[in-house]
């Protein structure tokens, strides 16, 4: 994906955000601090969660989304601090085609951040992916960036097979 692409697709997305969060988009406190096992990468909680209650009828693609932040380290405030401000990321991404809903999590001992992500479609979630990667790139550790489809899978089955706790 090339920079105009890349620079189209936030436009977009900021131009639908105010009619989202007007009606579609909300913050979900039920899952909030669970914590899973995810994929032999670690225990992470969720601290915050991001629905589109209006996100169409595609076939449902979970991703999941790894990486660390390197300006930041292990530094417990700036962590505190970035888990509060990364919801100002939303109107980024929240608009593109076919996002249904984020997990935000974090392995509170390794302070490696996850993201799990419904999408509706598989081109849908190609998309964030191509998208995403190249900005965690400048923002993380290339090493800990990593990242799975999971096809005709949704969230809420995503969680039940994975380890609770």
Same mark, same amino acid.
């Given at each position: 994906?090339?920079?105009?692409?890349?620079?189209?697709?936030?436009?977009?997305?900021?131009? *639908?955000?105010?009619?989202?969060?007007?009606? $579609?988009?909300?913050?979900? @406190? $039920? +899952?909030?601090? *669970?914590?899973?096992?995810?994929? *032999?990468?670690?225990?992470? =909680?969720?601290? +915050?969660?991001?629905?589109?209650?209006?996100?169409?009828?595609?076939?449902?693609?979970?991703?999941?989304?790894?990486?660390?932040?390197? #300006?930041?380290?292990?530094?417990? /405030? /700036?962590?505190?601090?970035?888990? +509060?401000?990364?919801? #100002?990321?939303?109107?980024?991404?929240?608009?593109?085609?076919?996002?249904?809903?984020? /997990?935000?999590?974090?392995?509170?001992?390794?302070?490696?951040?996850? $993201?799990?992500?419904?999408? &509706?479609?598989?081109?849908?979630?190609?998309?964030?992916?191509?998208? &995403?990667? @190249?900005?965690?790139?400048?923002?993380?550790? @290339?090493?800990?960036?990593?990242?799975?489809?999971? =096809?005709?899978?949704?969230?809420?089955?995503?969680?039940?097979?994975?380890?609770?706790?």
């Amino acid at each position: 994906m090339n920079r105009i692409t890349r620079t189209k697709l936030v436009v977009i997305s900021l131009v *639908k955000f105010p009619f989202m969060a007007i009606g $579609g988009l909300r913050r979900l @406190p $039920g +899952r909030v601090g *669970k914590t899973y096992t995810i994929e *032999k990468a670690g225990r992470y =909680s969720i601290f +915050r969660e991001t629905v589109n209650r209006r996100a169409g009828h595609d076939t449902p693609v979970v991703l999941v989304i790894g990486f660390r932040l390197k #300006l930041i380290g292990s530094n417990a /405030l /700036l962590h505190w601090l970035f888990q +509060r401000v990364c919801i #100002l990321t939303t109107p980024f991404w929240c608009g593109l085609k076919g996002f249904k809903i984020k /997990l935000w999590m974090v392995d509170r001992t390794t302070k490696n951040y996850l $993201g799990i992500y419904e999408w &509706l479609g598989e081109k849908n979630a190609r998309t964030y992916i191509d998208f &995403l990667i @190249p900005i965690l790139r400048f923002f993380s550790i @290339p090493s800990t960036i990593w990242h799975k489809t999971h =096809s005709n899978t949704t969230v809420d089955d995503f969680l039940r097979r994975i380890e609770v706790g």
